[in-house]
């Protein structure tokens, strides 16, 4: 009979990897790369952040010559697709790597080698797509990257080309990280946990995957035909040979729109998992979230038109997709009323968090109402390609992703690094941010008005514009230094920080039940739950404890998790779990090489890259010695 | 016939407890994720197709292109989905743990996967005369959606190779064949989607 300390001791030998530089290359630890995901996230935002202050910069005053033409359509360009692409899903799947096992009360995800492989391309993606700068042809026809503008005849550079293959490259990524998503929700949560009990940031994630796995292919389709057309002479949007360019803007857009709820709805999740923690009480309305959530990711495939409505569409399809918009705001408001309803009956704490919350209500239903003015056709005509837009779609992405993303900067930094943030900091943080936003943003709803197009590189004296565009350009540089106290801030915190303990916020979901940082393994045995808010049930922590030594909870074989059935979290059987391996590194080098090589116009470097993808999968594919024996 | 269910044999409760869906194991979800998003991604290539085809003149295929003979597609097509049929036989042979079954229904569902990508190299040579993907729309469609599709039965047959050979090593058994089952259904999933190109690409022209 072995005791609970050198169980636990087994545990923590077969879930640790090895310390050193190979190591650093192998890891599958859904942790560590949910950390990475984040830190390379940030990376891309700082960058996408100096291309926006850049812009910023030359428009703080009329006639300004400090960034030509040329230039600014590639700073815009890559200030937009990286903020979409590299900063805003990543970043959102990395604190879904990193918590929603921990949520789930499971070990690590479905597929840890397949998370590995996730990271790796889309650092060699978002790298890929920024190197452009390096040969001064980033690209530059819009993050929407219309036809027949970027076709072969008027973009023949190769600047779009970084835009198409980079793309291309990226989805499989996304898509890989949206399927292990969905499958680790499916079948790795903790016994107990019936669909009605799975926290509201997992269930935000899962629909939000589900909109990945249906929304991305256009994408790819839209990308793989204009990489056609540039490469090889293909004719999809060129309509001298019977091809149509306004095919692309409906594949874009039919990917598009939902990729504006794959960009808010975790976003939500974030907020749904804040508010009950600092309103100490559940939310209200769980069903209604869950359900909202749902519809909302459903709903958000029937609106892609209202992108189009300058375009020159029959009548009859604009009303159709005017109706659905306006229908989509449902789920929001039902969402809004509910995480306000929960402030009002419950006992709010204004710490950071929460206060990065309260900056989100407030910015994301401005962006709402600017939202709702679109679904409607004869404004939109008027308004359309104006700052208007601009305006109302920074209020929707940066209050309704950015500001959410600080807050669980502030909520879970602590679990992640086991050190609480300075109050006082994050505070200015917020008050720096949210009031630089406003200043920055609000004027273009004036500016857009007044009649000043988006994407110019500058404007004449004398339009009413300048003191609006002077406005925005200060309210850049505040937000700026808001972002700068929040990383001299986490910086700080890594040093000097208070230690955050276990469970620093009071908090209801299973990652406040394990150690901060939490150990390889998560939890030594694994957790039961009887509602949705396990850590507010009065005897969980006390069961978990007892539990520590019941060879059943802690699963026989020890590198090991415990698959679950669909529905009700009822246990079916412990599944061993890969170790850490190179192979999902090799893999997406490979892939690296192809998509490289297709972009150079080198065929046999890129066809070099397939055998091996083909080797490095056989690998991955291949059992192990003790998985063949048994 | 009596009218009375009572009167006849309630279901046992081995009966019953067959019906009730066994956990799926992660494997299995993946898979079918996968073939969830592919799927929709030949779905878009397919509307994009009609949505180009409508757009345009009333004249399809573009350009004084014949609609496509159909003979030879129809007998790639039998080819194609009769391979489905020992895939099946494999699939439930290791089951039951016959290797022997999975070998031979891998053997042949190769054999004709591969002739069907044979017979469409030879399908193209005879195009190729006619027009090339550089020729029109028509062109650009009809050879990226049949080699898109064409490049999906290349990986499902590396996958029956792959699987073949871990069938001759003892990799699986009564209880050991996510992996045959996985590529099972991915096959499957091809020619499904062969049906669709076949009645939009071959015989939707002549309609």
């Given at each position: 009979?072995?005791?609970?300390?050198?169980?636990?001791?087994?545990?923590?030998?077969?879930w640790?990897?090895?310390?050193?530089?190979?190591?650093?290359?192998?890891?599958?630890?859904?942790?560590?790369?949910?950390?990475r995901?984040?830190?390379?996230?940030?990376?891309?935002?700082?960058?996408?952040?100096?291309?926006?202050?850049?812009?910023?910069?030359?428009?703080?005053?009329?006639?300004q010559?400090?960034?030509?033409?040329?230039?600014?359509?590639?700073?815009?360009?890559?200030h937009?697709?990286?903020?979409?692409?590299?900063?805003?899903?990543?970043?959102?799947?990395?604190?879904?790597?990193?918590?929603?096992?921990?949520?789930?009360?499971?070990?690590?995800?479905?597929?840890?080698?397949?998370?590995?492989?996730?990271?790796?391309?889309?650092?060699?993606?978002?790298?890929?797509?920024?190197?452009?700068?390096?040969?001064?042809?980033?690209?530059?026809?819009?993050?929407?990257?219309?036809?027949?503008?970027?076709?072969?005849?008027?973009?023949?550079?190769?600047?779009?080309?970084?835009?198409?293959?980079?793309?291309?490259?990226?989805?499989?990524?996304?898509?890989?990280?949206?399927?292990?998503?969905?499958?680790?929700?499916?079948?790795?949560?903790?016994?107990?946990?019936?669909?009605?009990?799975?926290?509201?940031?997992?269930?935000?994630?899962?629909?939000?995957?589900?909109?990945?796995?249906?929304?991305?292919?256009?994408?790819?389709?839209?990308?793989?035909?204009?990489?056609?057309?540039?490469?090889?002479?293909?004719?999809?949007?060129?309509?001298?040979?019977?091809?149509?360019?306004?095919?692309?803007?409906?594949?874009?857009?039919?990917?598009?729109?939902?990729?504006?709820?794959?960009?808010?709805?975790?976003?939500?999740?974030?907020?749904?998992?804040?508010?009950?923690?600092?309103?100490?009480?559940?939310?209200?309305?769980?069903?209604?979230?869950?359900?909202?959530?749902?519809?909302?990711?459903?709903?958000?495939?029937?609106?892609?038109?209202?992108?189009?409505?300058?375009?020159?569409?029959?009548?009859?399809?604009?009303?159709?997709?005017?109706a659905?918009?306006?229908?989509?705001?449902?789920?929001?408001?039902?969402?809004?009323?509910?995480?306000?309803?929960?402030?009002?009956?419950?006992?709010?704490?204004?710490?950071?968090?929460?206060?990065?919350?309260?900056?989100?209500?407030?910015?994301?239903?401005a962006g709402?109402?600017?939202?709702?003015?679109?679904?409607?056709?004869?404004?939109?005509?008027?308004?359309?390609?104006?700052?208007?837009?601009?305006?109302?779609?920074?209020?929707?992405?940066?209050?309704?992703?950015?500001?959410?993303?600080?807050?669980?900067?502030?909520?879970?930094?602590?679990?992640?690094?086991?050190?609480?943030?300075?109050?006082?900091?994050?505070?200015?943080?917020?008050?720096?941010?949210?009031?630089?936003?406003?200043?920055?943003?609000?004027?273009?709803?004036?500016?857009?008005?007044?009649?000043?197009?988006?994407?110019?590189?500058?404007?004449?004296?004398?339009?009413?514009w300048?003191?609006?565009?002077?406005?925005?350009?200060?309210?850049?540089?505040?937000?700026?230094?808001?972002?700068?106290?929040?990383?001299?801030?986490?910086?700080?915190?890594?040093?000097?920080?208070?230690?955050?303990?276990?469970?620093?916020?009071?908090?209801?979901s299973?990652?406040?039940?394990?150690?901060?940082?939490?150990?390889?393994?998560?939890?030594?045995?694994?957790?039961v739950?009887?509602?949705?808010?396990?850590?507010?049930?009065?005897r969980?922590?006390?069961?978990?404890?007892?539990?520590?030594?019941?060879?059943?909870?802690?699963?026989?074989?020890?590198?090991?998790?415990?698959?679950?059935?669909?529905?009700?979290?009822?246990?079916?059987?412990?599944?061993?779990?890969p170790?850490e391996?190179?192979?999902?590194?090799?893999?997406?080098?490979?892939?690296?090489?192809?998509?490289?090589?297709?972009?150079?116009?080198?065929?046999?470097?890129?066809?070099?890259?397939?055998?091996?993808?083909?080797?490095?999968?056989?690998?991955w594919?291949?059992?192990?010695?003790?998985?063949?024996?048994? | 016939?009596?009218?009375?269910?009572?009167?006849?044999?309630?279901?046992?409760?081995?009966?019953?407890?067959?019906?009730?869906?066994?956990?799926?194991?992660?494997?299995?979800?993946?898979?079918?994720?996968?073939?969830?998003?592919?799927?929709?991604?030949?779905?878009a290539?397919?509307?994009?197709?009609?949505?180009?085809?409508?757009?345009?003149?009333?004249?399809?295929?573009?350009?004084?292109?014949?609609?496509?003979?159909?003979?030879?597609?129809?007998?790639?097509?039998?080819?194609?989905?009769?391979?489905?049929?020992?895939?099946?036989?494999?699939?439930?042979?290791?089951?039951?743990?016959?290797?022997?079954?999975?070998?031979?229904?891998?053997?042949?569902?190769?054999?004709?996967?591969?002739?069907?990508?044979?017979?469409?190299?030879?399908?193209?040579t005879?195009?190729?005369?006619?027009?090339?993907?550089?020729?029109?729309?028509?062109?650009?469609?009809?050879?990226a959606?049949?080699?898109?599709?064409?490049?999906?039965?290349?990986?499902?047959?590396?996958?029956?190779?792959?699987?073949?050979?871990?069938?001759?090593?003892?990799?699986?058994?009564?209880?050991?064949?996510?992996?045959?089952?996985?590529?099972?259904?991915?096959?499957?999933?091809?020619?499904?989607v062969?049906?669709?190109?076949?009645?939009?690409?071959?015989?939707?022209?002549?309609?």
């Open positions: 009979m072995t005791t609970v300390a050198e169980r636990t001791q087994r545990l923590a030998e077969s640790e990897e090895a310390p050193g530089l190979a190591s650093w290359f192998k890891t599958v630890d859904h942790k560590k790369i949910g950390r995901y984040i830190w390379t996230a940030s990376v891309f935002f700082a960058a996408a952040g100096f291309e926006a202050l850049a812009l910023r910069t030359q428009l703080a005053r009329p006639d010559t400090l960034i030509g033409p040329g230039a600014y359509n590639q700073l815009f360009t890559m937009g697709t990286t903020m979409i692409f590299l900063f805003a899903t990543p970043m959102l799947f990395g604190f879904g790597n990193y918590f929603v096992p921990l949520m789930l009360g499971a070990r690590d995800m479905a597929f840890p080698r397949l998370n590995a492989f996730g990271y790796w391309v889309f650092l060699f993606a978002g790298l890929l797509m920024n190197a452009s700068f390096l040969f001064g042809q980033a690209p530059n026809g819009g993050w929407f990257n219309y036809v027949p503008l970027t076709g072969p005849e008027y973009t023949p550079e190769v600047n779009i080309g970084f835009y198409t293959v980079g793309l291309l490259f990226l989805g499989i990524s996304t898509t890989a990280g949206a399927i292990n998503f969905i499958v680790t929700t499916f079948k790795l949560r903790a016994p107990g946990m019936s669909l009605n009990r799975i926290p509201l940031f997992v269930w935000a994630v899962l629909a939000t995957a589900f909109a990945v796995v249906f929304a991305l292919p256009a994408l790819n389709a839209d990308n793989a035909m204009l990489l056609l057309d540039r490469k090889f002479g293909f004719h999809f949007f060129d309509p001298a040979a019977g091809g149509d360019p306004v095919l692309w803007q409906h594949l874009f857009w039919l990917f598009g729109h939902p990729d504006v709820y794959i960009i808010v709805l975790p976003a939500l999740g974030i907020v749904s998992a804040i508010v009950p923690v600092f309103s100490r009480r559940p939310m209200v309305g769980y069903f209604w979230l869950v359900l909202a959530n749902v519809a909302t990711a459903v709903i958000s495939f029937g609106v892609w038109v209202h992108h189009m409505f300058a375009v020159g569409l029959p009548q009859l399809s604009m009303s159709f997709f005017s659905a918009s306006l229908l989509i705001t449902i789920p929001g408001g039902i969402q809004i009323f509910a995480w306000v309803a929960t402030m009002l009956r419950g006992r709010v704490v204004l710490a950071t968090p929460m206060l990065f919350v309260v900056g989100f209500l407030i910015s994301f239903v709402g109402l600017t939202g709702v003015m679109f679904g409607v056709v004869p404004f939109d005509q008027q308004i359309t390609d104006s700052y208007f837009v601009v305006a109302h779609f920074h209020y929707v992405l940066f209050g309704g992703a950015v500001f959410p993303i600080l807050a669980a900067v502030y909520y879970w930094m602590p679990k992640i690094t086991g050190r609480l943030l300075d109050e006082r900091l994050g505070k200015l943080s917020f008050w720096l941010i949210f009031g630089g936003f406003n200043l920055l943003f609000f004027p273009m709803h004036v500016s857009g008005l007044l009649g000043m197009p988006r994407r110019v590189y500058t404007f004449l004296p004398g339009l009413g300048e003191g609006w565009n002077l406005a925005s350009s200060i309210g850049a540089y505040v937000v700026a230094a808001g972002f700068l106290a929040t990383l001299g801030n986490l910086l700080w915190s890594l040093r000097r920080g208070r230690p955050a303990g276990d469970d620093p916020w009071g908090g209801d299973l990652e406040w039940a394990t150690s901060s940082p939490p150990p390889p393994y998560n939890f030594a045995a694994v957790p739950v009887h509602s949705a808010y396990p850590l507010w049930e009065d969980f922590r006390e069961r978990l404890d007892t539990a520590q030594g019941s060879p059943g909870r802690q699963l026989a074989g020890d590198h090991e998790v415990l698959r679950t059935s669909e529905l009700d979290a009822e246990p079916e059987r412990a599944i061993e779990m170790e391996t190179v192979v999902p590194l090799v893999v997406a080098l490979g892939f690296l090489v192809a998509f490289g090589g297709l972009l150079a116009g080198w065929y046999l470097v890129a066809a070099l890259g397939v055998p091996v993808v083909l080797a490095g999968l056989a690998a594919a291949w059992p192990r010695r003790e998985e063949v024996a048994r | 016939m009596t009218a009375d269910a009572r009167a006849v044999t309630a279901p046992t409760a081995e009966e019953v407890a067959a019906e009730v869906p066994a956990g799926r194991p992660t494997g299995w979800w993946g898979m079918v994720m996968f073939i969830t998003t592919e799927a929709t991604l030949f779905a290539l397919v509307a994009s197709y009609f949505y180009l085809r409508f757009q345009s003149t009333p004249e399809w295929p573009l350009g004084g292109i014949k609609a496509p003979e159909l003979s030879l597609p129809l007998v790639m097509s039998a080819i194609l989905l009769s391979s489905s049929g020992p895939m099946v036989l494999a699939d439930r042979g290791i089951r039951a743990g016959h290797v022997g079954r999975l070998r031979l229904g891998l053997a042949a569902t190769f054999v004709l996967g591969a002739t069907f990508l044979g017979l469409q190299g030879y399908e193209y005879i195009k190729l005369k006619e027009f090339t993907p550089t020729t029109n729309v028509y062109g650009s469609l009809f050879f959606i049949t080699g898109f599709h064409g490049m999906h039965v290349m990986v499902g047959l590396l996958l029956i190779l792959f699987v073949q050979v871990r069938a001759w090593l003892g990799h699986f058994g009564r209880g050991r064949h996510l992996h045959v089952q996985t590529t099972a259904m991915y096959w499957h999933f091809v020619d499904a062969w049906v669709v190109i076949m009645l939009s690409l071959y015989i939707g022209p002549h309609l």
